[in-house]
């Protein structure tokens, strides 16, 4: 069965650096989602994005993120300027756009920021 | 605005006797309800849906749910535990925004004693 692949799966990082968290999306997929979860917390929406553009954005999704689809196959989340409240397990997903809003998930990577 | 209260925040069953997983939502039209189920380092998983064709959804696994407007429930259940059900469980709503906007509830985590 097709999957979304995230890696790398955990991620350190110090307070002020840059990271990008890749996520390869199923590959006929043509929506593609960063959700996030805070250890302790609700797992939140943070952007939508289809035909290379953001559909949709959290109130989370501030300039310090940015989203990119540098090729064909891969999904990037940028936080710029990391802070210690980023710190969170993040999940990619991708849906088909045929509107049901079924979702498949990847197994998340888990950003530490120290 | 859409909402998900799981009433439960662990439950803890016997192998073979009967999951229920208690879901209320609150939602301003008729919404999108879905249920996702997380194993541990897995991504999360779509278990079912909701779409107002049927109140009684059936999944995957043994798993289904029932629609009940007058009640604005959407709880899980499985006639018999296995095992292999111990995860966590997500009881989720469609935000309404584009295409999966999606509101989750805190989850529900459900360990299976043999």
């Known amino acids: 069965e097709p999957e979304v692949t995230q890696t790398p799966s955990h991620q350190v990082t110090q307070m002020g650096q840059e990271v990008i968290l890749r996520c390869v999306p199923i590959?006929?997929?043509?929506?593609f989602y960063w959700y996030r979860q805070i250890l302790g917390q609700k797992v939140e929406f943070l952007v939508s994005f289809y035909n290379n553009e953001i559909s949709e954005k959290s109130e989370i999704f501030d300039d310090q993120f940015s989203v990119e689809r540098p090729d064909g196959s891969n999904f990037t989340l940028k936080i710029r300027s990391t802070k210690l409240e980023d710190s969170a397990m993040y999940f990619c997903?991708?849906?088909?756009?045929?509107?049901?809003?079924?979702?498949?998930f990847g197994s998340g990577t888990q950003l530490s920021v120290l | 605005a859409q909402s998900v209260t799981q009433l439960d925040s662990h439950v803890s069953v016997s192998e073979g006797t009967p999951v229920l997983l208690r879901c209320n939502y609150s939602s301003s039209y008729s919404p999108s309800l879905f249920w996702y189920v997380q194993h541990p380092n897995k991504g999360l998983q779509l278990l079912l849906k909701?779409?107002?064709?049927?109140?009684l959804v059936k999944g995957i696994n043994g798993f289904e749910a029932e629609f009940k407007k007058s009640e604005t429930s959407f709880h899980l259940t499985k006639p018999s535990a296995h095992m292999s059900d111990a995860a966590e469980y997500f009881c989720v709503v469609s935000g309404g925004g584009s295409q999966g906007n999606l509101i989750f509830g805190k989850g529900t985590k459900l360990s299976v004693k043999p």
């Open positions: 590959s006929n997929h043509l929506y």
């Open positions: 997903a991708s849906s088909d756009g045929t509107g049901d809003e079924k979702l498949f």
């Open positions: 909701y779409t107002s064709a049927a109140t």
